[in-house]
């Protein structure tokens, strides 16, 4: 996931939105689509779609490493940079 911050060591005001996410499975393929985050009480609620499933997790936000429980046993890591870019 990727939010606009004033400095690569900021911590965002609010990474909430729709974006693209790709990434790599602890099995080694790959997956795309998107992710719709909101805030609530300090923490974040995810709902993916990928390959036309849903999927839904929580998040906490510590510097620019946004980790992501989502049921299984491997978390999501994102690192937030600079330059991302809302879907809508």
Do not use: D, H, M, R
């Not at 005001?13 to 300090?42: D, R």
């Amino acid at each position: 996931a990727y939010a606009q911050t004033s400095s690569p060591t900021n911590t965002p005001s609010s990474i909430s939105g729709k974006y693209k996410v790709a990434g790599t499975n602890p099995n080694g393929s790959s997956y795309s689509g998107s992710v719709t985050v909101t805030e609530s009480n300090g923490e974040y609620l995810f709902t993916w779609n990928v390959a036309g499933k849903t999927f839904t997790g929580t998040g906490t936000l510590e510097g620019s490493t946004l980790t992501v429980n989502w049921g299984e046993s491997e978390s999501v890591i994102y690192e937030v940079k600079n330059g991302g870019k809302l879907l809508e």
